[in-house]
């Protein structure tokens, strides 16, 4: 009797959950450094590059302004950036434009992060393929 008993204490403590610890929340990423430009998020669909240029360029010059599109519809995948002639400017669209409303939408805008650099393909490395019959023979006899 006392043998099952253990048994089955063991059996709940292999599968208790409390062997499991819990994922770490993820770590927001880092601040961007003040520059010139700005990554504005929550865009709408019909939010225009016009329509971006206009609404920044009451808070400084606004040298280029993008809103990124699909390229299938033609509408707005819901951000776009904005490019000021200064630091200061930018600091103002930032505080002028952050959590207001822009055709509808809660916009919110904020220093672009640089892209990180791309990394270069080895040359000698072969391409993987996602079609063709497995490199394994497996099924033939």
């Known amino acids: 009797m006392a043998a099952a008993a ?3 204490s063991g059996f709940r403590r292999m599968f208790s959950i409390s ?5 770490k929340p993820p770590t927001p990423p880092p601040k961007a450094d003040p520059s010139p430009n700005l990554f504005v998020s ?11 240029r206009e609404a920044f ?9 993008r809103v990124v599109t699909d390229r299938v519809t033609g509408f707005s995948k819901g951000f776009g950036f904005v490019r000021y002639a200064t630091v200061e400017d930018a600091a103002k669209g930032i505080e002028g434009m952050d959590g ?9 805008a904020e220093y672009a992060r640089p892209r990180p650099p791309q990394q270069q393909p080895e040359m000698n490395s072969q391409p993987q393929q996602s079609w063709g019959p497995p ?5 033939a006899q």
């Open 6 to 8: 253990a048994a089955r």
């Open 42 to 52: 929550g865009l709408s669909k019909r939010t225009t590059t016009d329509g971006l």
């Open 135 to 139: 490199s394994s023979s497996w099924g």
């Open 57 to 65: 360029a009451k808070f400084g010059e606004v040298l280029h302004a």
């Open 19 to 23: 062997a499991f610890s819990p994922p």
């Open 100 to 108: 207001k409303f822009l055709d509808g939408w809660v916009i919110f």
